[in-house]
């Protein structure tokens, strides 16, 4: 059985309830089963002109399926769930859900369909915060080097935070007063 690494992302509607409806329709696939999942992360929306913040997470699977059937399974889920492709939309667009294949194994495949690993993981720290939860030590199999080792080398990462708390002010004197202390 493979390992697979997959991203989970939406921006539209119950987007915490959209992750976990496809997690759940993912470990409901007969071929898959659901090894780990990651914390729930907001993040601003990354090279998108919109203003709805991503909720994204990482879903580590083992699976008999091929990258190209995994794929199709992935789409079909997407469509369940009310994903929309516009095919007149140039560059990213707000959707409901959003799953990626980010590692298959240590394959490295760049067809018409699929390049595994994703071109774009090692830029993106929505992909890397979670990843770096669940398997900080996994090794990119192109730029052979740990999830941890590319999240430092990141530059200009996006805003990443775990989920309900972007706002939230740990520390607000203002607001402190004796009774908070005992």
Same mark, same amino acid.
């Given at each position: 059985m493979a390992i697979v690494y997959l991203s989970l992302g939406s921006n539209l509607g119950d987007r915490v309830g959209y992750l976990q409806q496809a997690t759940s329709l993912l470990g409901a696939a007969e071929q898959i089963k659901i090894v780990t999942t990651s914390s729930f992360y907001e993040s601003e929306p990354w090279q998108m002109n919109s203003e709805n913040w991503f909720v994204n997470a990482i879903v580590q699977i083992s699976t008999t399926l091929s990258p190209e059937a995994l794929l199709k399974e992935c789409q079909r889920i997407e469509n369940q769930l009310g994903r929309k +492709?516009? *095919?007149?939309t140039k560059g990213y667009a707000d959707r409901t859900i959003d799953i990626d294949i980010l590692f298959y194994d240590n394959l490295v495949l760049n067809t018409e369909n699929l390049t595994i690993p994703h071109k774009y993981f090692h830029k993106? *720290?929505?992909l890397l915060v979670p990843m770096l939860e669940i398997a900080q030590d996994f090794v990119h199999p192109?730029? &052979?080097?740990t999830v941890s080792q590319l999240y430092e080398e990141l530059e200009n990462p996006e805003m990443v935070v775990l989920y309900g708390t +972007?706002?939230? &002010?740990?520390?607000d004197e203002n607001t402190l007063d004796e009774s908070s202390l005992e």
């Open positions: +492709r516009l *095919a007149d993106r *720290a929505f192109f730029f &052979n080097k +972007r706002g939230v &002010n740990i520390w």
